[in-house]
């Protein structure tokens, strides 16, 4: 079997590429890097667009190395992934969009962010006016007796992002879920070309307001990487432990929304409380509820000082003691247990060929964590566990979440006991580069990829969400489950719309 | 001048019922914020609610047919007659002559059924999904309803409720097992029959898993307004029948005096507040069940119903 290594070294390498190499290949090698994701050798981490070329970012699943892989495409045509590894289907259409690249082969050409609402298509590529009214999407078809439609969105009636969602049911079964997204693009990767590191830095933190951490930090490394320079070792320590909080808030509000779907409110009372907690906590230590602009390239924005750092202590105790409770609560529930149990089942097979990360992949087997593979600093002198289950229900993604919530414990525990000393920041060089970072956000790993030019400002810079590769799981997750059921499932899935709207 | 009393005890009763439903629904909703460590809406806030919706404009769809409009009122009038039929303070009541238990089932059909063709009625894909999932469960409901009915009557001797509450108030019942099965099955039906957890989630904002509130989604204003008055309306019908069967003391006798009339309200209110907090504690302990269960959870109901009346076949005193 061929390493992605082998392949990285056959092509034309781009200098300046930090820390993974990125090689420009040719159209035969590309085929062939399609050829070994198909096979499910390799792992797609990402794809995006540039006016005239693709990149792709490849994981050896054998050897854990990572690295980029660039097609370049004058005419804007580059032979399609999709086309025989489904995962990149929805990020072509996106390059799509944005670009104009066209994936040859491809057969589904129905565009996917753009819903002819912009007043311009491909904004980033080869721009041209909006011709005329949007075309109505077209939505896959189910054919056969007694089958019915139920469009539900993009406006909901809980305070929710917005997305569409199209169900074809047969009663109350499942036949078919369609997905339509895109109501809430902002239009990030353009406002960042060519604006200086520190808006960018602002706009990376704001495209999904519930990981702005994992987002700044991603970005942050992306930023360091691609300047050869490194956030002190106090900074990285702080970022983490603003990770940890980030991730903690996450699980505990997600454990009480799961079991409130079941209109089990108790969990989602206590859980909110416990939630409450660690933003308050959160607020002491760093001045920010969500911790947002928190984290700027070349280190974090402040310290944290002994008040802070003893709110966090409280917090992780007062979790500590009530959390084994709730635990307790939900696995001793039977009608709970009832419906969490079997429902929604995520086949582990289509979790390795997503590269599902977070709870979705490691609820359904899939053993990927960005904080110990490829590993980041801090968490590569930390100890703590990555909890994997088999089940890939709904009960076994809020398991993996239970764990979590005491591993981050763990990991917070440890940050303050080993807060290393000195400045929480350096200034970055402006100098040209590129850099590629993952941070592991609480739905999984984000991958922030960004290009700076001779001045030091964004050239491109690319963020891609957990939920690109989730979204898409939970429509195969759902079928044959009961319409009544989704809720349930979407919610134990949790992607975010806005982060992957752009 | 028993014709006077009569009279007057069937106006106060329909004010009074008119008056009690909002706080009831206020009450339990209080109930249960408080059992969620929340401080939650004061107990009166339904009566604010309903005073708004009254207040606001009715905001139709455009495919609405005149069943959309008229449908409200029809079964808010519906519930209202049948909860004026069930004694809450005295049994003394006018249109208990005309009318027994089995008229309270089928007023509650028939505002079903009417709410079912107005969930229709718009096309939107969730009144579908709420009026065919409503009958489903009513298809399951009313049965275990009758039989329960049949249950108290073969033990009564009379469907008429006066007469019910009179006999089993006196002494001459006491324990009886089949009235014990009646009683955890009326529960069952009430519970289904008022979109309550775990068959339904009064509180959802969930639109794919409603029952109740799928069908209502496309009401507004004073439609809307006599449509929830009306499901306040059905929830204090359910615990007056229960009480004024099971727990019939304290109702005042007809052509007893006004200082009667007056012990049985306190004690109803008490009663009332009672099975607010019970029900607020159940539904927090227990999550809602998937739709495909409600069958078997209705078909409980059902079947100790008719158990009750096989029991009473096999020897009266059971």
Redesign the interface.
Known sequence: MPALTDLLAEGEPVANHRPWPRTRLGPDRWTFAIAQLAEGHWTLMGLWGEPASVHMALRDDETGDLGVVSLACPDHRYPSVGRFHPPAIRLERTASDLFGLEPEGLEDTRPWLDQGKWGVSRPLGATLPATGEPVPYAFLTAEGEAL?????GPI???IIEPGHFR?TCSG?TLVRVEERLGYVHKGVESLMAGADLAHCARLAGRLSGDATVAYASAFARAAEAATASEAPPRAQALRALMAELERLANHLGDIGAI?N??????M???CG?LRERCLRAAEAAFGHRLMRDRVVPGGVAGDLDTAGTSAIRALVEAIRRRFPALIQLYDS?A??Q??TVGTGRLDPALARQYGAGGHVGRASGRNFDSRKCPGYAPYDRLDFTVPVLEGGDVDARVWVRIREVEQSLGLVDQLLASLPDGPVRVDLPACEGEGMALAESFRGDVLAWLRLASDGRIARCHLRDPSWFQWPLLEAAIEGN??????LCNKSFNCSYSGHDL | MELIGGLAVQGVQMALVLLLAPGLTGLVRTF?AR????RGPPVLQPYRDLARLLRKEVVLAENASWLFRVAPYLIFAATWVAAALVPTFASGLLFSWTADLIVIVALLASARFFLALAGMDVGT??G??GASREMMISSLAEPAMLLIIFTIALVAGSTRLATVSAYLASDEVGLRVSLGLALIALVIVAIAENAR??VD?P???????MVHEAMV?EYSGRHLAMIELAASLKLLLFVALIASVFLPFGLADAGSEPLAWLQGLALFVAKLVAAAALLALFE??????????VPQFLGAALMLGLLGTLLLFVSRSL
């Open positions: 019915h439609e139920v469009p539900v909901h009636a809980g169900f109350e079991c779907d079941a209109s089990f409110a108790l989602l009372a206590e409380i529930t009608s709970l009832d419906r009961i319409i009544a059921d989704f809720p | 249960k059992l969620l460590r929340r894909g969730f579908g999904i957890v775990p989630n509180a959802t904002h969930l639109e794919l898993t989604l927090t302990s227990i999550a809602k069940m998937r739709v495909f269960r």
